[in-house]
């Protein structure tokens, strides 16, 4: 079992940034390749940003490339997604998720691949 835990969500203007964070516990995090998605309401789920279990490789959709970065601290056990120029269509909760991995060089992008997930941290950007 992983708990995981958010932080760092809040009210920001376009344009700035902000920095969220995932704090895990209970096994091995360098053993979970991670994901943040977002949710608007009337909207599904996306994936905004992955990596991988050794933090080699990383995943963003194009409304968000360019933007985001995700990075994970192995040794801290927490996943951060820092967020730059934010639009107010960035407006979402945004929730972390972990998924158990044999493979170092895997992300994961689709939301039911994911075994544990986060409360999530609303995040609203105001224009």
Sequence with gaps: QV??????GGLVQAGGSLRLSCAA?????SNYAMGWFRQAPGKERECVAAITWSGDSTYY???VKGRFTI???NVKNTVYLQM?????EDTAVYYCAAKYSFRRRYYYTVDSDYDFWG????VTVSS
Aim: glycine letters at 12%.
């Design 3 to 8: 708990q995981l835990v958010e932080s760092g």
């Design 25 to 29: 516990s209970g096994r091995t995090f």
């Design 61 to 63: 959709p194009d409304s």
């Design 71 to 73: 990075s994970r601290d």
């Design 84 to 88: 730059n120029l934010v639009k107010p």
């Design 119 to 122: 409360q999530g941290t609303q």
